[in-house]
């Protein structure tokens, strides 16, 4: 008897919505009615929404719960909305120690939001990695100031913390694990990504600059002291989707865009590609965006430490095929892919790319490489790395001034 009455406060705790029949209300009013400058308090215990909960024009409001798994919004049968929580129009907000879970869509929305952290955040789907789950977990999209520090992202069916179209970035200390992608970096500008651990996904860390967006050219990202390993879970995204084409056991992709650092990070145990660096023409989808720059440039890859296991790469996907009737790698995949793809207008009089738009791979431990030449066809697939044994100018550091 004593044993059991232990447990009570427990499962009060993870059923107490059910004696809270007025929650969705009762949230809800409380954003809207929130004055500029308020905290909003949310309770501990297990909540039940029906549909999103939103905060709109507002500026300076906190919104914190008791902790990670402590507080936790369920949107498990919603049936109004996509999102969980939705934030737009905004400034100077900050979530903190609470979790969202099974949102039909993302679970946590951002946009055009001026100062946005997500502290000690957990945003989750659970039970099986799915395509039915919701595309994003973080989704800061089109905003200024983004921290994340401390998040857990776990099942999202495309990115787990996911920044897009946005300025001013650091993601820090955060882990990303049964997601299509762990986290992406996307047509974003500014941004540092460190110390967190992606492990588990299908790819554990994008960058990448896509066609038809707003903000049509990120760049000056840096990543590095990340644990990226063992991203080599099978692809779950729905079919259509660009992270679709992600191969499982991909490390790091750098996709389309500019100005990367890549440094000072584990890349271990990814079975495929431990780090690509490709143009737009690798996707083999059409480029109707007349604005949009589909190479990559200026590319630093150094100081980082790669390791993979002597097994076959994906058999699945474009890549999978490419294994294994056009690369024939066997088990010895070089560590660091890059398609070859260079854009003309990047050469000088002499036929050289110039210094600052060049990729450069330098001082890795365990360092291998192959350039692909997928301009033509991949026939003359090279490990030679003499031309990218350069070095290119630092990134300087971004400045995210957090709330």
């Known amino acids: 008897m004593k044993r059991f009455l232990f447990f009570i406060p427990y499962f009060l705790a993870a059923f107490g919505a059910f004696a809270q029949p007025d929650v969705q209300k009762r949230y809800q009013t409380k954003l809207i009615v929130a004055e500029n400058g308020s905290s909003i308090d949310l309770d501990e215990g297990r909540f039940f929404f029906s549909g999103s909960l939103s905060l709109e024009d507002k500026k300076n409001v906190v919104i914190r719960g008791k902790g990670i798994d402590k507080t936790i919004l369920s949107f498990k049968g919603q049936t109004d909305g996509a999102e969980g929580i939705r934030v737009s129009n905004a400034e100077n907000i900050v979530l903190e120690n609470l979790t969202v879970q099974d949102t039909k869509g993302d679970a ?129 995204a729905p079919k259509g989707n660009i992270v679709a084409k992600i191969s499982d056991g991909t490390g790091v992709m750098i996709l389309a865009t500019n100005q990367v650092e890549l440094f000072d990070n584990q890349i271990v145990r990814n079975k495929s590609i431990g780090t690509g660096v490709f143009s737009y023409f690798v996707t083999e989808n059409p480029i109707n965006d007349k604005d949009y720059y589909p190479y990559p440039t200026g590319i630093s890859i150094h100081d980082n430490v790669y390791l993979r296991d002597p097994v076959r790469p994906t058999m699945r996907g474009r890549f999978g095929k490419l294994f294994r009737f056009k690369l024939k790698f066997g088990t010895d995949v070089p560590h660091i892919l890059y398609d070859g793809i260079v854009d003309p207008a990047t050469r000088d009089a002499q036929g050289q790319v110039r210094a600052d738009k060049r990729i450069c791979i330098r001082n890795n431990q365990n360092q291998s490489f192959a350039n692909l030449d997928a301009e033509h066809d991949f026939k003359a697939v090279s490990r030679e790395i003499t031309a990218h044994d350069c070095a290119l100018e630092p990134l300087k550091v971004a400045s995210v001034q957090p709330k």
């Not at 999209?141 to 983004?146: A, G, H, I, L």
């Not at 650091?170 to 967190?196: C, L, M, P, Q, R």
């Open 108 to 236: 946590i929305k951002t946009m055009n939001v001026k100062g946005i952290t997500f502290r000690n955040v957990k945003v989750e789907w659970t039970g099986k990695p799915s395509k039915n789950n919701g595309s994003y977990g973080l989704y800061p999209v089109q905003c200024d100031n983004v921290l994340i520090d401390h998040c857990e992202a776990i099942g999202a069916s495309d990115a787990g913390i996911y920044v897009g179209q946005s300025r001013g970035i650091v993601v820090k200390n955060s882990k990303a694990w049964h997601n299509v992608a762990g986290i992406e970096i996307e047509n974003s500008t500014d941004a540092e990504v460190f110390d967190n651990e992606v492990y588990d996904n299908t790819g554990g860390l994008l960058v990448f600059d896509l066609p038809d967006l707003v903000q049509k050219k990120g760049g000056r990202v840096r990543v590095f002291r990340n644990n990226i390993h063992d991203n080599n879970y099978p692809n779950f």
